[in-house]
C-alpha cells in the first residue's frame, strides 16, 4: 500500500511562491510516475505535472510550463513542486498521485493519491 502525504500550501498573492511536498511511503518507487493534479472548484481534476522516478523526466501541463518545477529527493522518498509566478487561476487543491507504468495524464490510471492540499492565490 502506497501513502501520499502532501504539504506546504497556503494562501499567497499573484506573482508569489510556494512548494508543495508529497512524501511517499509503502514501497520502492523506481517503477512509479509520480504527478501533481488539482482540482478548482465546479472544475475536474487536472494534471499539472508528471515525473518518471527512475529517471527524472518531467511532464507539465501547458498552463504551468515555464512556472512550475516538479522535482524529487531519492533518499527522502519525496517529490516537490515548486510553483513561482502564481495566478489567481493556480487557485485549487492540489493533489500527490502515484501510478506504475508509463507516464500519463490520465488522472484515471493513478491509484494512489493523497488527500490533497489548499493552494489559494489571491489577486
Known amino acids: 500500500q502506497v501513502q501520499l502525504v502532501e504539504s506546504g500550501g497556503g494562501l499567497v498573492q499573484a506573482g508569489g511562491s510556494l512548494r508543495l511536498s508529497c512524501a511517499a511511503s509503502?514501497?520502492?518507487?523506481?517503477?512509479?510516475?509520480m504527478s501533481w493534479f488539482r482540482q478548482a472548484p465546479g472544475k475536474e481534476r487536472e494534471f499539472v505535472a508528471g515525473l518518471t522516478w527512475s529517471d527524472g523526466t518531467t511532464h507539465y501541463a501547458d498552463s504551468v510550463k515555464g512556472r512550475f518545477t516538479i522535482s524529487r529527493d531519492n533518499a527522502k522518498y519525496t517529490v516537490y513542486l515548486q510553483m513561482n509566478s502564481l495566478k489567481p487561476e493556480d487557485t485549487a487543491v492540489y493533489y500527490c498521485?502515484?501510478?506504475?507504468?508509463?507516464?500519463?495524464?490520465?488522472?484515471?490510471?493513478?491509484?494512489?493519491w493523497g488527500q490533497g492540499t489548499q493552494v489559494t492565490v489571491s489577486s
Open positions: 509503502g514501497r520502492t518507487f523506481s517503477s512509479y510516475i
Open positions: 498521485a502515484a501510478s506504475r507504468g508509463t507516464a500519463t495524464r490520465d488522472r484515471y490510471e493513478y491509484g494512489n
